[in-house]
């Protein structure tokens, strides 16, 4: 069990970077003491919207042991990665809406989506709209993450 937080600056804003690792008990553990962490973001939501918060980020720990989590509190946003560079190593991120949360995909045009789950007019960012907590479990949602986070992985 490890985890390394540090505070950084990128283009104005402030983020709170945290690496984590399982715990034995299943759970990933952070030191975030001083810091923005998680929780800072899920406040923000809608307590109706909280639980679709932490479901994602438990699916973001399923997927990937030893995630970075950059925190964006001005953004109303968790960043995940394998690296802190948020558009080049950063493959998801939850972001706290007025009423549903999205979990965006940095380089989302790039996956395959053959459930038409991905909204979103950007060059490379795609996203889905998320109102309930049940939706969290849709199998196309899982494929998603998997393609996102092994485009990250690949060698450069």
Known sequence: MWATTCVTQERGWRATIHRHRANHNGGSMADTAGSDTFHD???LARPELRPVCEALRELIASEHDGFLESIWPKMRMA???VGPKKMTQHYAYI???AGHINLGFYHGTSLRDPQGVLTGTGKALRHVRIDHVARVS???IRDLLRQAIADRRRPA
Do not use: E, F, K, T
Request: glycine share 8%; net charge negative.
């Open 138 to 140: 849709d199998p196309a």
């Open 95 to 97: 972001a706290v809406q």
């Open 41 to 43: 973001i899920v406040v």
């Open 79 to 81: 960043s995940y990665g």
